[in-house]
């Protein structure tokens, strides 16, 4: 796992409560190191500070989202929702707001690799010019494939297997997110949705099948 900040005691206290929860830990103190890390230990997970000196928490992301499919968390401040909401917007896995506690992060880290286990599940599911492969975990739209991120590919999942039925964001964090609205912004549910449709919709402004229940929340309608 790599943890990236520049704060020297947030990474202390996190590698070591990671550590004592028995994941190895590899630490890096600005985004440039965070690259060379990335590129060298292949880690399983990263913790990721987004205001970092010589190369900005976004820029490692993109970094990342172009070489692998790696989970990754944000680590951001109160003031920090733009970039927040620009990290998901790359494929961030999830986001902890500072300050946290320990506990929450690695509660989350659990959360995360959980959702990133591949499933060994055949099933094929399939919707306008979409079809999905849950067992190779890979999406086609007109026979092209779709990069989703874990997160957006787990989304897609548990709309699929709940049609023409309405479910609401907190639904959504406690099912997909593994989380609560106490813990993550909805607001991420949206993001994601958004996400989505911009990549399988045939026009995601006029959307055919994740649909908006203005005040309660989504329908996918098949």
């Known amino acids: 796992m790599l943890v990236v900040d520049d704060e020297p005691m947030v990474r202390e206290v996190l590698a070591r409560y990671l550590s004592h929860d028995g994941f ?21 997970l990263v913790l990721l ?27 951001t401040a109160l003031g920090e929702e733009r970039d927040r909401v620009a990290g998901l917007e790359l494929g961030a896995d999830d986001y902890v707001v500072k300050p946290f506690s320990p506990r929450e992060v690695a509660a989350r880290v659990r959360s995360v690799l959980r959702r990133a286990s591949p499933t060994t599940a055949p099933s094929i599911g399939s919707f306008g010019e979409v079809e999905v492969d849950f067992g190779r975990r890979v999406v086609t739209r007109a026979g092209d494939e779709v990069d989703l991120t874990r997160l957006e590919f787990d ?14 964001r907190d639904e959504l964090l406690q099912s997909v997110w593994e989380s609560s609205a106490d813990w993550q912004d ?6 994601h949705v958004r996400r989505l ?25 098949p």
């Open 155 to 168: 989304l897609l999942a548990f709309m699929l297997a709940n049609p023409n039925r309405v479910v609401s």
């Open 24 to 44: 190895e830990v590899v630490e890096a103190e600005d985004g440039a190191e965070a690259v060379e890390l990335l590129d060298e230990h292949h880690p399983d």
């Open 186 to 191: 909805p607001a991420t549910v949206t993001v």
């Open 49 to 75: 500070d987004l205001m970092l000196p010589k190369k900005h928490g976004l820029d490692v992301l993109r970094h990342a989202r172009s070489t692998t499919d790696v989970p990754v968390i944000l680590l």
């Open 197 to 221: 449709r911009q990549k399988l919709e045939q026009d995601p402004s006029e959307p055919s099948h994740i649909l908006t229940v203005y005040g309660v929340g989504y329908r996918f309608e």
